[in-house]
């Protein structure tokens, strides 16, 4: 009996370790609808690309870094206009490239005011502040149907069971 309700236990325990991975049913309803990004003017505070070798987030420099870095996240700390406080929006790779390719990687730097269109939400114990589009000055560097579809490949590579 005591076999029994520890094998039972197990099994409990691996199914929940399976579906607490990944993007489940209702991160992937939201963040796959174009209507949850708004878009928001807003200055960069800092930038920071998370090196996946070292496993810390580095400052971004565009002298030092260049492509290497898009292989991993990139981090912006926006100011945007009348939120009253800054927040950390997230670049995925796929769209960094993008930015990369277009040039945005060239101009950035702290205290310039863009626009992006991101999902501010919150959701369990993570925030989802991706970011799918994205101008400076008149440019657009990333566009949000692009910038969606990469958001929507990254969770469908990613999917929980439930």
Same mark, same amino acid.
Request: proline content about 1%; overall charge negative; some cysteine.
């Given at each position: ?22 993007? $489940? $049913? ?26 996946? !070798? ?11 870094? &260049? ?33 990369? !390719?277009?040039?945005?990687? !060239?101009?950035?730097?702290? +205290? ?16 989802? $502040?991706?970011?799918? &589009?994205?101008?400076?000055? !008149? ?7 692009? +910038? ?15």
């Amino acid at each position: 009996m005591k076999q029994k309700a520890i094998t039972l236990i197990l099994c409990i325990l691996c199914v929940f370790s399976f579906t607490a991975c990944g993007y $489940n $049913n209702i991160m992937y309803k939201h963040l796959s609808n174009i209507d949850n990004y708004k878009s928001y003017t807003a200055v960069i505070d800092q930038i920071y690309v998370v090196d996946k !070798d070292s496993n810390r987030a580095v400052k971004y420099n565009k002298n030092i870094h &260049g492509s290497k870095y898009l292989k991993d996240i990139v981090y912006i700390d926006i100011l945007p206009e009348g939120i009253g406080y800054s927040v950390r929006v997230e670049i995925i790779p796929q769209n960094s490239q993008i930015l990369f !390719d277009n040039g945005f990687f !060239d101009i950035v730097e702290e +205290g310039i005011t863009i626009n992006v269109q991101t999902s501010l939400w919150i959701y369990m114990d993570g925030e989802f $502040n991706f970011i799918i &589009g994205l101008s400076y000055d !008149d440019v657009q560097y990333l566009n949000s149907e692009d +910038g969606l579809d990469n958001i929507i490949k990254m969770m469908d590579a990613d999917r929980s069971f439930f």
